[in-house]
């Protein structure tokens, strides 16, 4: 029979070992970002994203491809996490669901959306042109945008719920006019080729939203 002070030293071990490699594929996913951001798909290198995350080409080999790498960075930088499947798992989720007015969901999910696009904008310029050439890719690219409808129905279904929504237009219309407001694309143009400042787009995207999708009280309880 083993001695319980090995089996604990063992445990401990083992927990080590696994923490150090959660710690090393975290930098080399978050070196991998930076660089598909600043140099584009084509031209970032496994061993680029080794040097840059100060591990061995061989142990950026062991977290997967470089597609896998590229789909793990939009991930990390748009949530802070790889492999996440619902929003309401997320701190940004739980803050929509617990929201208590219309109001604070405009303010929490405009704020929010508008943060996730800031950090992954250059990423996600690097995705697209990735998705273009690589098929994984490319598939990835389309499963996504599934993946932020589906993600803004779960959201929307809670405030269907509580009577928040519109019900003079269907709901699956209401689920495609948020997720196309808010989505990178819409961003991306307004910002980046029509010049917009940051501010101009959160009180547009705000305003846009309160007209089509949500019903809005003209008093805002939580000032009264």
Known sequence: MVPESIVGKRSYRSDLRARQAE????????????????????????????????VS?????GQGSKAALMVAAI??????????????????????????????????????????HERSAYLTQALIGAAAVDTELGQYFTDLIASVTGQARRILEIYRDRGWLRTDVPFDELVETAAVL???????????????????????LRRML?????????TDPRRH
Do not use: C
């Open 75 to 116: 991930e990390y930088v748009s949530f802070g996490v790889a492999g996440e499947q619902s929003v309401l798992n997320l701190e940004a989720g739980r803050r929509l669901e617990a929201a208590e007015t219309v109001h604070e969901v405009l303010d929490i999910g405009v704020a929010e959306q508008t943060a996730v």
């Open 210 to 218: 309160a007209e089509t999708v949500y019903v809005v009280p003209q």
């Open 182 to 204: 808010m989505s990178f694309d819409t961003y991306l143009r307004v910002t980046r080729h029509d010049g917009w400042s940051v501010d101009r787009y959160q009180a547009w």
């Open 23 to 54: 710690q090393t594929r975290t930098r080399v996913i978050a070196a991998a970002a930076e660089l598909f951001a600043a140099d584009g798909y084509a031209r970032t290198t496994l061993a680029k994203i080794a040097a840059a995350a100060g």
């Open 57 to 61: 080409t061989e142990t950026v080999q």
